[in-house]
């Protein structure tokens, strides 16, 4: 991509959502398809910059063409936004608050004790007896290497190999995620490594893990069938994935159908590769955990609001359970599976 300032990136990708907008997983309280240029700045959320001085750049530089008191892409200008935009989803942003606040939200840590049973800075669904399951399955050892793809500020990577031995390696495509990882943990660099790496873009060589691990992060690539071909080349013959997965079936009339592990987007990806995989099915526990996540976010509300972090509280209850009836497999309009996959 051309070298573009944080502001010229941002009128890129908001002139494309105005002319081509594109729905992408995960929006994280942005809505698609804006009508105006202050409803697509939503986008960028806290980051947002002035673009008064960016549009005469990207003027001069052919990305944008004026016309009266309007700019619209050009050719090329569409084209470097696409790359941007598909880079940078609205939740690239979002994700980059949430590195900024969780980290230092005391309020953030007692809810993920009370939830997940420890506080490792978890954005997800899987709580430590997931994680303690998914190291069972993987049986890691002294011997072996592993990467955690969307590792997030690395504190699940740090114990993964904390718990096993193992040499481990975390990716994710925030970069203030990776820098706090980096200087939690320079005294394990020897066992322990962070990049900035994007799902779309694999940056390691092939044949560099015999592991690795994915805790709902396989919902972000822009191509998955492209990102699991290029998980299968860093993997050595034999070598194993282990994905945690879920699936929400929205209003969807056969849902009970495009639940089942092997309709999901990552069991329908990995019968196209041809990819031999088991499941184990966690529905009714995270169904369960996300029932405590909404009622423990609720008891916690005012200490969210008291530290100025509100944001939080409502992403929290956005991705719970509010339904107080028990599991039921038959009514169910959400499922969760670990993948474990055989190369």
């Known amino acids: 991509m051309e070298s573009l300032s944080e502001a010229e990136i941002q009128a890129l990708i908001a002139h494309l959502e105005l002319e081509l907008p594109k729905e992408t997983p995960n929006n994280n309280f942005y809505s698609f398809y804006p009508k105006t240029l202050d409803e697509a700045a939503s986008y960028f959320r806290k980051y947002r910059e002035d ?28 084209a470097l936004a696409q790359q941007f935009r598909d880079a940078r989803p609205p939740i690239w942003y979002w994700y980059k608050e949430f590195y900024l606040e969780a980290p230092n939200s005391q309020a953030f840590t007692r809810f993920c004790n009370r939830l997940y049973g420890k506080s490792l800075c978890q954005d997800g669904f899987s709580d430590m007896a997931q994680i303690e399951a998914l190291l069972r399955l993987a049986k890691l050892g002294e011997d072996n290497k592993v990467l955690d793809l969307g590792c997030g500020t690395g504190m699940i990577t740090e114990y993964i190999a904390d718990a096993t031995g193992a040499c481990v390696a975390g990716m994710d495509y925030i970069e203030e995620a990776i820098a706090q990882a980096q200087a939690r943990t320079i005294a394990k660099r020897g066992r322990l490594s962070f990049h900035v790496g994007n799902l779309d873009n694999l940056p390691f060589p092939p044949r560099s893990f015999d592991c690795l691990i994915s805790i709902d992060s396989l919902y972000m690539p822009n191509d998955l069938d492209s990102t699991l ?41 990995l019968l196209k590769a041809g990819l031999a995989n088991c499941t184990h099915d966690f529905s009714a526990e995270s169904y369960a955990l996300l029932q405590r996540k909404r009622s423990i976010a609720e008891a916690m509300r005012a200490e969210f609001e008291a530290e100025g972090r509100s944001f939080l509280y409502d992403h929290l209850v956005a991705e719970s359970e509010r339904n107080p009836a028990p599991y039921d497999a038959q009514t169910s309009m959400m499922s969760r599976y670990l993948y474990q996959i055989q190369t």
């Open 229 to 269: 071909a290029q998980m299968q080349e860093l993997l050595i013959p034999a070598g194993q994935m282990l994905v945690f997965y879920s699936q929400m079936a929205g209003d969807a009339q056969n849902y009970q159908d495009i639940l089942q592990a092997e309709s999901t987007p990552l069991g329908q990806a």
């Open 51 to 78: 673009w008064t001085s960016a549009y005469a750049s990207l003027t001069t530089k052919g990305l944008l063409l004026q016309k009266g008191s309007q700019h619209q892409l050009t050719k090329m200008g569409r």
